[in-house]
């Protein structure tokens, strides 16, 4: 049986991998028979409607069946798939949904390619009733079948468990620094890392969270080409960039395209610099799981940026 797996290269705009995790294979098969049964019941029911016209020719009566036998078996699952952004009746009901390889949502083209794969090759006609697609699914590292090879797509689960770390917001005095910058470089593996920072801010030392601070700000910079500003304390910065990034990916994942950044981002001291935070503005991050305690005492209540508390 197939584990329940994350995939790596489907990490979101909150860096959190569990938003996006590959489907069980128990839980895809429950819905293919959910799906099973309804294309047998539109199948029963069109049957029965063409029993009636008995005075229709033969050639014309096997053609009008074996038409209705495509269009129950390739236009359902199509047609179902490309209104509700990936998901046939089967699937909602488990919790399923297809999507692109990127994460993003299938179009008419996708549904269509795996429509066609799994009457020919991954179910009926060459997939002796689903042995094809379950031997592929099987050995598939993301639990795919022939036509989410063919279509570029993958089988989710909608209802993941959520993450534990606190949610992350956009700290309000670099909303509009962060809304022009180009994090189309940014790697995930980074911005995992960047979240898990912030995740374990009250957990670290003074000294090694403002070292790490640093340092992973700096990467993140020489990826998007916005260095740290010296007024913004190193967490709020990364906050900046994943809160920003998350709301482009969850803009993206609803089939919405986020207009790409204006101009290019200045270095600090340049006439163009971002508005400095205002002095006084506390800006309060997510709240960390309970039981956590920072290590040091509270931040002085005139400072602009709140640290994760």
């Not at 050995?139 to 993941?160: N, Q």
């Not at 981002?265 to 400095?276: A, D, H, N, R």
Request: aromatic share 4%; glycine share 8%; no cysteine.
């Amino acid at each position: 049986m197939q584990a329940d797996r994350a995939d790596p290269d489907l990490i979101t705009g909150d860096a959190v991998v569990l938003d996006l995790r590959a489907a069980k294979l128990a839980s895809r098969g429950l819905a293919f028979g959910l799906d099973v049964l309804v294309q047998a019941a539109a199948l029963l029911i069109l049957l029965l409607a063409l029993s009636s016209l008995a005075d229709l020719d033969e050639a014309l009566l096997s053609a009008v069946m074996l038409t209705s036998v495509v269009l129950v078996l390739v236009g359902y699952p199509v047609v179902f798939e490309t209104l509700s952004r990936g998901r046939s009746l089967g699937k909602l009901a488990m919790g399923l949904r297809v999507v692109r390889d990127d994460g993003g949502p299938i179009r008419f083209r996708h549904a269509l390619t795996r429509g066609l794969a799994g009457v020919f090759v991954d179910f009926w006609l060459l997939g002796l009733f689903g042995a094809v697609a379950l031997v592929v699914s099987l050995v598939s590292p993301k639990g795919k079948r022939v036509g989410d090879y063919l279509a570029g797509t993958l089988v989710v689960r909608e209802r993941a468990p959520r993450s534990t770390a606190p949610e992350l917001t956009m700290p309000p005095p670099l909303a509009h620094w962060a809304a022009r910058l180009d994090l189309t470089n940014l790697p995930d593996h980074l911005a995992l890392g960047a979240r898990q920072y912030i995740a374990r801010y009250p957990e670290l030392r003074p000294a090694a969270r403002e070292q790490l601070g640093r340092d992973l700000a700096e990467q993140v910079a020489g990826h998007i080409g916005a260095p740290l500003p010296p007024s913004v304390p190193p967490w709020a910065y990364l906050a900046a960039v994943l809160a920003e990034r998350r709301a482009r990916e969850h803009a993206r994942l609803a089939g919405h395209h986020p207009a790409s950044p204006a101009a290019p981002v200045p270095p600090p001291g340049s006439p163009t610099e971002p508005p400095t935070p205002p002095t006084g503005q506390r800006v309060e991050p997510p709240t960390p799981p309970t039981g956590q305690r920072r290590p040091d005492g509270e931040p002085p209540a005139d400072r602009p940026f709140a640290p994760p508390s």
